[in-house]
């Protein structure tokens, strides 16, 4: 089997998507930590255009953006489908998943001006978002894929262990287990099934890392 | 076989991008118009999240969104592939076209205010968008997918008929043939391959609606 490698950023949401992908499928590979304040020359290598994080080496060839990995992955490597079957389940699910990846509210809720007027506005599209997940996209399913968790829900996982994190250090509470009682169970059910629970980012390290991206933010913004 | 309907706007390059995609797969559909000033009830059923074309009706299912909808109907329509069969082809071709998704810079070059600072700024980041087009994607092959159109070349539909409008109407030049000269030719090879020959708007008539669109919003802002 050809080497497989995985340059990711603890921190990232995105990285994870990958890497429970992996686990899931039980592909074993190489995790490549990128310091991405100091990028490697490998990194820029694989992905000069975006020069992000996750990057999947697979045989030599860098795969970029994380969706596009999850669809390679499914295509390389049959074994636990992260994509439904179907072509107009499959097509639903690129659907909603293309939906999420254009509400990324988090970074503007985290470095929302003082005034908070920012801040706020980043707040109402994210319950917005919350709302249309929990009415339209999950259902009354365990998970969105249904029984197994899927590709929709590791497209999904920074709502499980990032977004409290990111409510601890804004100050603004989101997803209400009382307002949005589905997708609250379904964090649980994500964060309690194995391969999630074995590879998440610790709460306490996130918040010291969005404690400081915060603070640096916000001072650089009052000077 | 099942109805095939196709929800659309006749000055849509997405739109087309399904309508392309049909052409070529030689599948019998029927086109729906829709007014997107009134849109119509069965768009709104059909697409209640965007409320937008294109929307492929296939035996009574919905599917939205364009390039969703291409992934769709390689699955269900395998004649004419439109994505690369290789699959490590495949990520490349959806990793460029998540590029082209995310660079609508063509709505703010033909609404820039008068000052023309935003319009100047959208400019030099179309220029940008085909200079990275140009000398990282392309190559030196006749269609992006090589011998025959394939997903990527219809995703970039709009460089070849909609950009050269565009320009004329806002009176900025992005696409210069000196400059981006194997881009230049691709819009040429594109626009003369029958099935996309057939199937375009009018520039005239497109120009009539850019130049109303951009009078009313330059007139609205001025008040």
Same mark, same amino acid.
């Given at each position: 089997?050809?080497?497989?490698k995985?340059?990711?950023?603890?921190?990232?949401?995105?990285t994870?998507?990958?890497?429970?992908?992996?686990?899931?499928?039980?592909?074993?590979?190489q995790?490549v930590?990128?310091?991405?304040t100091?990028?490697?020359?490998?990194l820029?290598?694989?992905?000069?255009?975006?020069?992000?994080?996750?990057?999947?080496?697979?045989g030599?060839?860098?795969v970029?953006?994380?969706?596009?990995?999850l669809?390679y992955m499914?295509?390389?490597?049959?074994q636990?489908?992260?994509?439904?079957?179907?072509?107009?389940?499959?097509?639903?699910?690129?659907?909603w998943?293309?939906?999420?990846? $254009?509400?990324?509210?988090g970074? !503007? +809720?985290l470095?929302?001006?003082g005034?908070?007027? %920012? #801040?706020?506005?980043? &707040?109402?599209?994210?319950?917005?978002f919350?709302?249309?997940?929990e009415?339209?996209?999950?259902?009354?399913?365990?998970?969105?894929?249904?029984?197994?968790i899927?590709?929709?829900d590791?497209?999904?996982g920074?709502?499980?262990?990032w977004?409290?994190?990111?409510?601890?250090?804004?100050g603004?509470k989101?997803? $209400?287990?009382d307002?949005?009682? !589905? +997708?609250?169970?379904?964090?649980k059910?994500?964060k %309690? #099934?194995?391969?999630i &629970?074995?590879?998440l980012?610790?709460?306490?390290?996130?918040?010291g890392?969005?404690?400081?991206?915060?603070h640096?933010?916000?001072?650089?913004?009052?000077?």
């Open positions: 089997m050809e080497e497989v995985l340059h990711g950023m603890w921190a990232s949401p995105f994870y998507r990958v890497k429970w992908g992996l686990e899931l499928k039980g592909i074993p590979y995790y930590e990128e310091d991405i100091n990028k490697s020359p490998l820029l290598h694989y992905n000069p255009l975006h020069k992000k994080v996750p990057v999947l080496v697979h030599g060839k860098p970029c953006e994380s969706i596009v990995i669809e499914d295509e390389i490597w049959p636990y489908p992260l994509f439904p079957i179907n072509p107009f389940d499959r097509a639903m699910a690129r659907f998943i293309k939906y999420t990846d $254009n509400k990324l509210f970074n !503007r +809720l470095f929302g001006s005034s908070g007027e %920012e #801040a706020e506005k980043a &707040r109402a599209e994210g319950i917005e919350l709302r249309t997940i009415e339209q996209c999950l259902g009354d399913k365990k998970f969105f894929a249904g029984e197994a899927g590709a929709l590791l497209a999904f920074g709502i499980a262990q977004l409290p994190v990111l409510e601890e250090v804004s603004w989101l997803l $209400n287990a307002e949005f009682p !589905r +997708l609250y169970a379904w964090t059910n994500f %309690e #099934a194995a391969v &629970r074995d590879n980012p610790g709460a306490d390290k996130l918040a890392l969005y404690n400081r991206l915060r640096q933010r916000l001072r650089s913004a009052a000077e």
